[in-house]
T-cell receptor
Framework: DTGVSQDPRHKITKRGQNVTFRCDPISEHNRLYWYRQTLGQGPEFLTYFQNEAQLEKSRLLSDRFSAERPKGSFSTLEIQRTEQGDSAMYLC???????????????FGPGTRLTVL | AQSVTQLDSQVPVFEEAPVELRCNYSSSVSVYLFWYVQYPNQGLQLLLKYLSGSTLVKSINGFEAEFNKSQTSFHLRKPSVHISDTAEYFCAAITNFGNEKLTFGTGTRLTIIP
């Protein structure tokens, strides 16, 4: 098991450009989460998927953000018309939730650090 | 709404001294509690977790945390720290058992002084 991987690890872009990040979860994990971490803060929940279905989006996720998880495997997070306030570390996590009301450890990837100039 | 508070943003400790990193949560419902550690230039790793049962939980590298419902706390302790414990430590909670999303504190940077 190779763990959760994220690509790219670093992304520098100019304001107004679009960026896309990829997350590959641990194989056969049915839950996939995206979090955002800004300097001096803990990670904040953005959205999550159960298999291919996106079940919840945080109010932090403006309409410039979109996430997909086709076929319930890898996921992409796209930010359109980036703003300087989007600069942050974007973290992906996956888990294998077997039953409602239970829980499973969320395993985190190394993150993608976005810098918007 | 639930929240997790880590009052200490930075904790310097001499090597081999004991340490306690504080975490308090606010929730009127049942809660799962976690400590994650982030070593320099690495991702978050689970250190230990409380789901139910014994209120004292331990990690493989000597850390322990105790769930205290009356004080709504989940402080992390280690009796003797090592240089390799230098990292940022995040307390987190799950109270919504539908989405199991983690709510994190702001983190505590533990610095070990040789």
């Amino acid at each position: 098991d190779t763990g959760v991987s994220q690509d790219p690890r670093h992304k520098i872009t100019k304001r107004g450009q679009n960026v896309t990040f990829r997350c590959d979860p641990i194989s056969e994990h049915n839950r996939l989460y995206w979090y955002r971490q800004t300097l001096g803060q803990g990670p904040e929940f953005l959205t999550y998927f159960q298999n291919e279905a996106q079940l919840e989006k945080s109010r932090l996720l403006s309409d410039r953000f979109s996430a997909e998880r086709p076929k319930g495997s890898f996921s992409t997070l796209e930010i359109q018309r980036t703003e300087q306030g989007d600069s942050a570390m974007y973290l992906c996590a996956s888990s294998n939730l077997q039953q409602r009301g239970g829980t499973d450890t969320q395993y985190f990837g190394p993150g993608t650090r976005l810098t918007v100039l | 709404a639930q929240s997790v508070t880590q009052l200490d943003s930075q904790v310097p400790v001499f090597e081999e001294a004991p340490v306690e990193l504080r975490c308090n949560y606010s929730s009127s419902v049942s809660v799962y509690l976690f400590w994650y550690v982030q070593y320099p230039n690495q991702g978050l790793q689970l250190l230990l977790k409380y789901l139910s049962g014994s209120t004292l939980v331990k990690s493989i590298n000597g850390f322990e945390a105790e769930f205290n419902k009356s004080q709504t706390s989940f402080h992390l302790r280690k009796p003797s720290v090592h240089i390799s414990d230098t990292a940022e430590y995040f307390c987190a909670a799950i109270t919504n058992f539908g989405n199991e999303k983690l709510t994190f504190g702001t983190g505590t940077r533990l610095t070990i002084i040789p």
